[in-house]
Nanobody
Framework: QVQLVESGGGLVQAGGSLRLSCAASGSIFSINDMGWYRQAPGHQRELVAAITSGGSTNYKDSVKGRFTISRDSAKNTVYLQMNSLKTEDTAVYYC??????????????????WGQGTQVTVSS
């Protein structure tokens, strides 16, 4: 009943910028951590950036100073602003969120949810 829908991927030249968005919808009580992962062909999925419900952030070393993660709690949305893109940033980007929901007995439970992925291609 919870969905994460991503948007904003595409093709950009090296040095360019893209902004990814991921909106959560459905039976949501609250959202804990949100994050962006990426997976390039032949590589494992890796964490790019994460943000807590309180706004604390952490980044993969190679994107520090170039990428910025933010969230709009009122809209249940997380963003990834990507500047100074490099060819090695090419990958499918996935958003992830730890979402708290209420069971039929009004108990709080949480689960991790994933978006469908959006392709980011950086050309040289």
């Amino acid at each position: 009943q919870v969905q994460l829908v991503e948007s904003g991927g595409g093709l950009v030249q090296a040095g360019g910028s893209l902004r990814l968005s991921c909106a959560a919808s459905g039976s949501i009580f609250s959202i804990n951590d949100m994050g962006w992962y990426r997976q390039a062909p032949g590589h494992q999925r890796e964490l790019v950036a994460a943000i807590t419900s309180g706004g604390s952030t952490n980044y993969k070393d190679s994107v520090k100073g170039r990428f910025t993660i933010s969230r709009d709690s009122a809209k249940n949305t997380v963003y990834l602003q990507m500047n100074s893109l490099k060819t090695e940033d090419t990958a499918v980007y996935y958003c992830n969120a730890n979402i708290v929901y209420l069971t039929g007995s009004l108990l709080r439970r949480s689960s991790d949810y994933w978006g469908q992925g959006t392709q980011v291609t950086v050309s040289s």
